[in-house]
């Protein structure tokens, strides 16, 4: 099974900052990455797939880079909105699987 | 506008079993890859199944290997989960996720149906 991890597990930052995420997977799995959001009592949302194309209605301070191995999310500058929690997911090879999260507070 | 509906979930005894299901609506169901993802209290978020989208090829984690079945009636536009021989561990807000073709994310989701196993 590919393992999917992410860095930080947990951060606190300010409106305005900019704001990255890193997931790795445990063998390449070419771009086959996506990220969701998911607030508090909400299903998630889709945010980025294909690693680096933003979903439709999607807001452009969202960004995500990487292939191969290792990926990255970037909120350009935070906005009290993105309080959240954010995943990565492979579906590159069955059994798809889930970063553990990464929980954004907002200082 | 794409709506995903699931409908099932409650308290069930370890062993007892339980069928979800998910109604689909605003897009053309038959044409989706279709998935079950579940999320622990507190917990992060794991594949559960998926099926194609003419419901020829099935998919599951390991968790649920031989427990669970995923399935699809697509004159109904409706998601199934069976699931048998629950555990304790299988307690989760379960939720019912479309998945886009080609690097196939889940670009849509319901809002989910809790399921809680205890005795």
């Known amino acids: 099974d590919i393992q999917m991890t992410q860095s930080p597990s947990s951060l606190s930052a300010s409106v305005g900052d900019r704001v990255t995420i890193t997931c790795r997977a445990s063998q390449s799995i070419s771009t086959y990455l996506n990220w969701y959001q998911q607030k508090s009592g909400e299903a998630p949302k889709l945010l980025i797939y294909?690693?680096?194309s933003l979903q439709t209605g999607g807001p452009s301070r969202f960004s995500g880079s990487g292939s191969g191995t290792a990926f990255t999310l970037t909120i350009s500058s935070l906005q009290p909105g993105d309080f959240a929690t954010y995943y990565c997911h492979q579906s590159f090879d069955f059994p798809w699987t889930f970063g553990p999260g990464t929980k954004v507070e907002i200082k | 506008e794409v709506q995903l509906l699931e409908s099932g979930g409650g308290l069930v005894q370890p062993g007892g079993s339980l069928r979800l299901s998910c109604a689909a609506s605003g897009f053309s169901y038959s044409g989706y890859t279709m998935s079950w993802v579940r999320q622990a209290p507190g917990k992060g978020l794991e594949w559960v199944s998926s099926i194609s989208n003419g419901g020829d090829s099935t998919y599951y984690g390991e968790s649920v290997e031989g427990r669970f079945t995923i399935s699809r009636d697509n004159s109904r536009n409706t998601l199934f989960l069976q699931m048998n021989n629950l555990r304790v561990d299988d307690t989760a807000k379960y939720y019912c996720?479309?998945?886009?073709?080609?690097?196939?994310?889940?670009?849509?989701w319901g809002q989910g149906t809790l399921v809680t196993v205890s005795s």
């Open positions: 294909d690693a680096s």
């Open positions: 996720a479309r998945v886009l073709s080609g690097y196939e994310p889940f670009d849509h």
